[in-house]
């Protein structure tokens, strides 16, 4: 094996693990989408299996530094990220639905968030 079919299979193997990004969920014989509402998701698609909901980091121009958490939570505003597990059932991949302001901002196909 030649060195560069050594490192297709590498790249071919690294990517089998890697979450697929979508732009719908089909639930139901209906679909939701990036820009849906968090409303339209649970009408849709019904409670999740999982839920998430954290802050996400603030960072600050001109280096995007992070900025310590005591300092961030009285300075900058407040940014809500809620993540939602769907299990689809056997056969099918689980789907991971980001909120950002009850919006939806991702849907992801493949394992939960670590």
Request: one cysteine or more.
């Amino acid at each position: 094996m030649t060195t560069v079919e050594r490192l297709g299979a590498v790249i071919v193997i690294a990517t089998l693990n890697c979450p697929v990004h979508a732009e719908s969920l089909r639930c139901n014989g209906r679909s939701t989408s990036v820009g849906d509402s968090r409303l339209t998701v649970l009408r849709i698609c019904g409670e999740p299996t999982l839920k998430d909901s954290y802050c996400a980091p603030a960072y600050v121009r001109p280096n995007l530094q992070l900025v310590p958490q005591p300092f961030a939570g009285c300075a900058l505003p407040h940014l809500q990220v809620d993540e939602w597990l769907y299990d689809r059932g056997p056969g099918q991949l689980s789907a991971t639905v980001r909120l950002q302001y009850g919006i939806v901002q991702s849907i992801t196909y493949g394992q939960p968030p670590q």
